[in-house]
T-cell receptor
Framework: KNQVEQSPQSLIILEGKNCTLQCNYTVSPFSNLRWYKQDTGRGPVSLTIMTFSENTKSNGRYTATLDADTKQSSLHITASQLSDSASYIC????????????FGTGTRLTVIP | NAGVTQTPKFQVLKTGQSMTLQCAQDMNHNSMYWYRQDPGMGLRLIYYSASEGTTDKGEVPNGYNVSRLNKREFSLRLESAAPSQTSVYFCASIAGIAYEQYFGPGTRLTVT
């Protein structure tokens, strides 16, 4: 069964600290994996996309990693800011099927001053 | 470009009432989607439209109907609202199979 699991469910960190969010998936065959940021009361916005051949990709203070062998991805946030407070959603696309997007339940990050 | 727009932003219904949630995109995307988001459950697909003129059920279609009015617009209708349909509803669109989904701002629906 195609599933996407994220951990932790929620996280509270001090401003300026780093954190890492995890995404494990069983989706097969794998096409790509996206990390989305969802601010409170808004729709999700894409942060980065990882394809099978990519191990690491950065977008400013956000760095995503992908291990396609173990089917794990992480999102590392460096020098956190108050504006990083949001939910982060991992979405994995399968190569097959008309409905081929699988969503994690998200990690709720709160950055406190 | 406005991206993906949704109306209304908030709505309160009584059980049994009907309503239509509107969604429009100005990015010339082929595929459009309706999701609901509930605490602890993430985004769940209600219906999607791979292209103009086609619609398909997603994971949780019961109690909903959709219309792909044209390439730009995709509406979601609740014929007889139930408290279990209290949720935040998101519309999304995508240019093609490997591209990013663009989400609307959401509609917060409460059914009493």
């Amino acid at each position: 069964k195609n599933q996407v699991e994220q951990s932790p469910q929620s996280l509270i960190i001090l401003e300026g600290k780093n954190c890492t969010l995890q995404c494990n998936y069983t989706v097969s065959p794998f096409s790509n994996l996206r990390w989305y940021k969802q601010d409170t009361g808004r729709g999700p916005v894409s942060l980065t996309i990882m394809t099978f051949s990519e191990n690491t990709k950065s977008n400013g203070r956000y760095t995503a990693t992908l291990d396609a062998d173990t089917k794990q991805s992480s999102l590392h946030i460096t020098a956190s800011q108050l504006s990083d407070s949001a939910s982060y959603i991992c979405v994995v696309r399968s190569l097959t099927g008309a409905n081929n997007l699988f969503f994690g339940t998200g990690t709720r990050l709160t950055v406190i001053p | 470009n406005a991206g993906v727009t949704q109306t209304p932003k908030f709505q309160v219904l009584k059980t049994g009432q009907s309503m239509t949630l509107q969604c429009a995109q100005d990015m010339n995307h082929n595929s459009m989607y309706w999701y609901r988001q509930d605490p602890g459950m993430g985004l769940r697909l209600i219906y999607y439209s791979a292209s103009e003129g086609t619609t398909d059920k997603g994971e949780v279609p019961n109690g909903y109907n959709v219309s792909r009015l044209n390439k730009r617009e995709f509406s979601l209708r609740l014929e007889s609202a139930a408290p279990s349909q209290t949720s935040v509803y998101f519309c999304a669109s995508i240019a093609g199979i490997a591209y990013e989904q663009y989400f609307g701002p959401g509609t917060r629906l409460t059914v009493t």
